[in-house]
């Protein structure tokens, strides 16, 4: 705001950018709605409620979370086949330096 600008172009100003801020949420808001009613819809269509809906989407989740801990288990039962492959070279090279006999 400069100096010469007077004090209530200065509030209409504002005024402005909070409407506009205002309709932008609004905006958002219907969109928010419109996408749950649309949701809705097609749950009512495939002839489920919202308590079977609420169970799939916890089942859904449920499952990410098994997904994540089975790739984590089968990286570190890859991580044990390794050290277990280099254990048994490491036995094979030290009992073949000392002639073969174990």
Same mark, same amino acid.
């Given at each position: 705001?400069? @100096?010469?600008?007077?004090p @209530?172009?200065?509030?209409? %100003? #504002? $005024?402005?950018?909070? +409407? *506009?801020? $205002?309709? @932008?949420?609004?905006?958002?808001? %219907?969109? *928010?709605? $419109?996408?749950?009613?649309?949701?809705?819809?097609? +749950?009512?269509?495939?002839?489920?409620?919202?308590?079977?809906? =609420? *169970? $799939? &989407?916890?089942?859904?989740? #449920?499952?990410? +979370?098994? %997904?994540?801990?089975?790739?984590?288990?089968?990286?570190?039962a890859?991580?044990?086949?390794? %050290? +277990?492959r280099?254990?048994? =070279? =490491? @036995? &094979?090279?030290?009992?073949?330096?000392?002639?073969? &006999?174990?």
């Amino acid at each position: 705001m400069s @100096d010469t600008e007077r004090p @209530d172009v200065a509030a209409f %100003r #504002e $005024l402005e950018q909070l +409407v *506009r801020h $205002l309709g @932008d949420e609004l905006a958002n808001f %219907r969109r *928010r709605a $419109l996408q749950a009613e649309t949701q809705l819809r097609a +749950v009512e269509a495939r002839g489920t409620s919202i308590g079977d809906l =609420q *169970r $799939l &989407e916890g089942l859904e989740q #449920e499952n990410a +979370v098994l %997904r994540s801990r089975m790739a984590t288990a089968a990286g570190r039962a890859q991580a044990m086949l390794e %050290r +277990v492959r280099f254990l048994r =070279q =490491q @036995d &094979e090279r030290s009992a073949g330096g000392a002639g073969g &006999e174990r």
